[in-house]
């Protein structure tokens, strides 16, 4: 007898269900150390309170107060990413670090979201982002070797994991998927033609709100027309982003228009961030500083910027970095249906 969907996540029968998937999910986690160790990364434990959370203007982050000796307060954060912390473990000397760490986003829950989860994060000093595409394929295969199986499948889609995946420009899936000419509307220095854009997507049957911005429309023709379309039948890496749609990556010499910035994706489920690590301390400064202006406007609060971030930015070497999002990664490989039948203990609520 199928258990409740409405039972506590410790219910004996509901545990039992769930207990295939989970102990898969193990398996694959020492499969993925073992993978990055066999490579000459190190495995590196960050810490979760910070005292910034990252400056992306749609990251929701959980604040707590630390009290010292004499009853002096200040506010720290759950990180929302290792990435700061990773960083500076790059300005300090190592080359490659890993981690598989926990981290919290607020505002943030659904078959694909969870307020804690866990991120893989991993960093490869002097090489170019490029490595992580490969990176990202070999993981891919190797989820699905240790689970068992040949195909991902997600809400009626699916995926080989074997497959050699699909490179595609944002701006050949915005050609492809919506008739958008995408970089017409960005300058040679990255600025955005908010207008331009409007009329674009006006014409390609979606909606227009006077009060969008561009970055508002690019997102809406991403999450209707594009992403859908991503990661059937063989992965797809998304590449090449807007300057302004990737805050931590370094432009492409090639076209600063675009930045050296991709997503993976598999069933339409978006896996992995990656970069081409930006290290100037004042574009990045510059960029933060937009990025909270927008989240003011639109959330009415703002996080502070890590000073001693930017300070380790100066002092790191060129590097290339990615995230991806592990319990995404388990429950396409085991077919799970949401992101909780793949966590030991999700969060109550």
């Not at 995926?159 to 420009?169: G, Q, V, Y």
């Not at 409007?198 to 690019?218: C, H, N, P, Q, T």
């Not at 690590?277 to 990045?284: C, G, M, S, V, W």
């Amino acid at each position: 007898m199928p258990t409740a969907p409405d039972s506590p996540w410790w219910a004996p029968a509901r545990h039992a269900d769930r207990r295939p998937a989970l102990l898969l999910r193990n398996r694959i986690t020492e499969a993925v150390r073992a993978h990055f160790a066999a490579r000459d990364f190190v495995e590196v434990e960050t810490a979760c309170l910070q005292v910034s959370p990252g400056n992306e203007a749609h990251l929701s982050a959980f604040a707590t107060q630390a009290i010292g000796a004499d009853g002096s307060r200040a506010t720290l954060y759950l990180h929302t990413s290792p990435e700061f912390a990773c960083k500076k473990l790059l300005a300090a000397g190592e080359p490659r670090p890993f981690s598989l760490a926990r981290v919290f986003r607020n505002r943030e829950r659904g078959p694909l979201h969870h307020p804690e989860f866990t991120m893989l994060e991993w960093y490869r000093a002097g090489e170019p982002y490029t490595a992580l595409m490969d990176d990202c394929a070999d993981l891919l295969r190797l989820a699905a070797q240790t689970a068992g199986t040949s195909r991902f499948a997600w809400r009626g889609r699916d995926c080989d994991p074997f497959a050699e995946p699909e490179r595609l420009s944002l701006a050949e899936a915005f050609d492809r998927y919506a008739g958008i000419d995408l970089l017409a509307t960005v300058s040679a220095g990255g600025e955005t033609d908010r207008d331009g854009l409007a009329v674009a997507v006006a014409r390609a049957g979606l909606r227009v709100a006077e009060d969008d911005s561009w970055a508002d429309l690019f997102s809406r023709v991403l999450v209707a027309r594009v992403e859908p379309e991503l990661g059937l039948g063989r992965p797809t890496i998304l590449c090449a982003y807007p300057v302004s749609e990737a805050a931590l990556a370094r432009p492409c010499p090639a076209d600063p228009r675009v930045a050296e910035r991709f997503e993976l994706y598999c069933c339409g489920v978006e896996l992995a961030n990656a970069f081409g690590e930006l290290t100037d301390p004042a574009e990045q400064r510059r960029r933060f500083a937009a990025e909270m202006a927008v989240k003011q406007a639109v959330y009415g609060e703002t996080y502070p910027i890590d000073e001693d971030f930017l300070a380790a930015l100066a002092a790191m070497p060129e590097a290339s970095g990615a995230a991806l999002g592990f319990d995404r990664l388990v429950m396409l490989a085991v077919g799970a249906r949401r992101i909780e039948d793949v966590l030991w203990t999700p969060v109550a609520g």
